[in-house]
């Protein structure tokens, strides 16, 4: 799964890609030419930056009538948070507690 | 009248995650209570799974205990096609602010991918329901009220993968 992150970090690291999820967050459900009338590129680097993000697994596509729309999928974000974040600041809570007994301690 | 300060103005939520396990276990993990149990909210689930079957996800014993009503969640099967795809109507019952938005709509969608991985998605049509968004989005796990589906979906795939749910998240 690793790969998987990967892909999740890189399409993060794009200024214009974190617009774009920033855009599906206050509205998800967005077509392409909602998308792009947001952003001062071309049609074309638009839809790059979203097939990058899809490739991520951060926006979801489906078809609605003729349109398709994009949707924001955190969860890959919610996977890295709990596999990353949470880890390493369960470890400094844990950290300055240890800290904190052994100053007691010491104290005694 | 109240007025939301949801960041939001989302009809339909969709997340998706990609889990190493079989149709079957995901179906079974998300309609039985001997695993509805182990993860995310964490309470016992009762399905009729057939057209116009009742659905109900009960609280917790620790909800309960803050208050909370025996129903959490209240439905009806509109659509089961197991282990591939689940439709229901929501009525999300533990808050009468949240209740009030009324009846939402949500589809369960499994499909098989390669190399035994398992591409689960929860599509959640939140029409005229922004508190109840908010909340399943994430928006209040400050406040207590967990993490909503990335957490779900987060703790379901711990679950299935390694046999435990992350931890510390059966805190609520």
Excluded: C
Aim: no cysteine; aromatic share 8%; net charge negative.
């Amino acid at each position: 799964m690793n790969h998987d992150e990967d892909r999740v970090f890189k399409a993060l690291a794009d200024p214009t890609r974190r617009f774009l999820l920033d855009r599906l967050f206050e509205r998800d459900g967005r077509t392409l030419t909602e998308l792009e009338s947001e952003l001062e590129m071309t049609r074309f680097g638009v839809m790059k930056h979203l097939r990058l993000l899809e490739d991520a697994g951060l926006v979801i596509t489906r078809k609605s009538g003729r349109e398709k729309l994009h949707f924001l999928n955190p969860v890959p974000i919610r996977l890295i948070h709990d596999r990353w974040i949470d880890k390493y600041t369960e470890r400094q809570v844990s950290a300055l507690a240890e800290l904190k007994a052994k100053l007691e301690e010491e104290e005694a | 009248m109240t007025t939301t300060t949801a960041p939001t103005s989302v009809t339909t939520q969709v997340h998706r995650v990609y889990i190493k396990a079989t149709p079957e276990a995901i179906w079974d993990a998300i309609t039985k209570s001997e695993w509805t149990e182990r993860y995310g909210y964490g309470g016992r689930s009762e399905y009729d799974l057939r057209p116009g079957g009742t659905y109900r996800g009960f609280t917790t014993d620790a909800m309960r205990s803050v208050g909370a009503p025996d129903v959490a969640v209240e439905g009806e099967v509109i659509e089961t096609d197991p282990p591939r795809r689940l439709v229901l109507s929501w009525h999300f019952l533990m808050d009468p602010e949240l209740a009030a938005e009324g009846v939402t709509r949500l589809t369960y969608e499994i499909e098989p991918r390669e190399g035994g991985v398992t591409r689960l998605t929860v599509i959640h049509d939140l029409e005229g329901a922004p508190k109840l968004s908010l909340l399943l989005s994430g928006g209040m796990e400050d406040v207590g009220a967990g993490g909503g589906w990335s957490w779900i979906l987060s703790d379901l795939k711990s679950l299935l993968e390694t046999g435990e749910p992350l931890a510390g998240s059966h805190h609520i």
